[in-house]
């Protein structure tokens, strides 16, 4: 299977082959994250991960009590704290945020695509838990609850899906270059910052929340590319015209 997957990037990649040389880095990143991720999953299936998981995970908790994370008591709440910015309602929050300021601007398109990217990462998500139902990891106790199995972190694959399309996508309709770099970077913080509180509150190892990384990436730049494709075909960019002529 995996071998089937690696000759459609390939394919892929020939295809693009003289396309715009910004469409071909963004695929070429979403092909070394999707290699990247498939990487990952065989050696956390075949257990070869399983050893460095353990020890990490073991490595933030009190030797004398496994249930005591490291640090003072202010940082487990904050480990808390960050960790529900990857939750369903966080995330459904800051998606209705982003909708409404895209309606106000006349965008219907760039909501059609964002809430299209959103379903389809929480879908991917749904999808990769099932099918590789990895145990949680059970070295320390949970500091969090937890519903599904561990592969990949739902909570970091959807922080970087949600996010970093929020982040790509307001940034393709603001007009400043340092307002652009100030909200990408903001989500991939939020991101990142999420996937360290679940591996810190012993809900996920490591290679959980690092394959939920990458597989969000990849969700993120597939969509990007989207994005990109419908803007060199005029479909977005006429969102962008008509809100300007309606705010004259």
């Known amino acids: 299977m995996y071998q089937r997957i690696l000759e459609f990037l390939r394919r892929a990649l020939i295809?693009?082959?003289?396309?715009?040389?910004?469409?071909?880095?963004?695929?070429?990143?979403f092909v070394i994250s999707t290699w990247a991720f498939i990487k990952i999953a065989d050696e956390v299936i075949e257990q070869d991960t399983q050893?460095?998981?353990k020890w990490v995970i073991r490595s933030l908790r009190q030797s004398e009590d496994p249930a005591t994370p490291i640090g003072p008591v202010w940082v487990q709440e904050i480990g808390r704290d960050l960790t529900a910015f990857g939750g369903v309602a966080a995330l459904v929050f800051f998606t209705v945020i982003v909708t409404v300021y895209l309606w106000i601007e006349?965008?219907?398109?760039?909501?059609?695509?964002?809430?299209?990217?959103?379903?389809?990462?929480?879908?991917?998500?749904?999808?990769?838990?099932?099918f590789i139902s990895r145990p949680r990891p059970d070295v320390v106790p949970h500091l969090s609850q937890v519903y599904?199995?561990?592969?990949?972190?739902?909570?970091?694959?959807?922080?970087?899906v949600i996010y970093l399309t929020l982040g790509t996508l307001l940034a393709s309709v603001?007009?400043?270059?340092?307002?652009?770099?100030y909200v990408i970077s903001v989500a991939?913080?939020?991101?990142?910052?999420v996937g360290l509180s679940r591996i810190y509150l012993g809900v996920h190892y490591p290679t959980d929340v690092i394959a939920g990384w990458i597989a969000g990436l990849s969700w993120a730049l597939f969509c990007w590319s989207i994005?990109?494709?419908?803007?060199?075909?005029?479909?977005?960019?006429?969102?962008?015209?008509?809100?300007?002529?309606n705010s004259k």
């Open 15 to 29: 295809w693009l082959k003289g396309r715009e040389p910004l469409l071909l880095v963004v695929c070429l990143g």
């Open 51 to 53: 050893a460095f998981d």
């Open 106 to 130: 006349k965008k219907p398109r760039v909501i059609a695509l964002l809430l299209a990217a959103a379903l389809g990462g929480l879908l991917l998500s749904s999808l990769l838990k099932h």
């Open 148 to 160: 599904t199995s561990s592969f990949p972190s739902g909570h970091s694959m959807l922080s970087a």
């Open 174 to 181: 603001i007009p400043r270059t340092i307002l652009k770099v």
């Open 188 to 193: 991939i913080l939020l991101t990142i910052l």
């Open 227 to 245: 994005a990109r494709w419908l803007q060199s075909r005029n479909q977005i960019k006429d969102d962008v015209e008509e809100s300007e002529i």
